[in-house]
């Protein structure tokens, strides 16, 4: 098991920056890639970034320039860096692991933060 604990979250003006951390446990020896993911009200959770454990990053198009994700193997931690805000980007923002076992990839979530940008 893999527990996952996000902090960093909160509301932030337009243009604003806010950066965003996630804590792994448990089992995190298992853990291939990490990422972020969010959902906005009435909408589906969408990919935002994710990093894997050698450092490949992939992001959505929508923050591409604007959002960076990063991974300290050491502390078991992954962060996003967001700047230029917008308030498109308002949403619940959930960590997410990745452990491959066998042929089936179990995903992992944190509680999720909220990331409130205002106009």
């Known amino acids: 098991q893999v527990q996952l604990v996000e902090s960093g979250g909160g509301l932030v003006q337009a243009g604003g920056s806010l950066r965003l951390s996630c804590a792994a446990s448990g089992s995190i020896f298992s853990i291939n890639v990490m990422g972020w993911y969010r959902q906005a009200p009435g909408k589906q959770r969408e990919l935002v970034a994710d990093i894997t454990s050698g450092g490949t990053t992939n992001y959505a198009d929508s923050v591409k320039g604007r959002f960076t994700i990063s991974r300290d193997n050491a502390k078991n931690t992954v962060y996003l860096q967001m700047n230029s805000l917008k308030p498109e980007d308002t949403a619940v923002y959930y960590c997410?692991?990745?452990?491959?076992?066998?042929?089936?990839?179990?995903?992992?979530w944190g509680q999720g933060t909220q990331v409130t940008v205002s106009s």
């Open positions: 997410n692991a990745k452990s491959p076992i066998l042929t089936i990839i179990v995903d992992y």
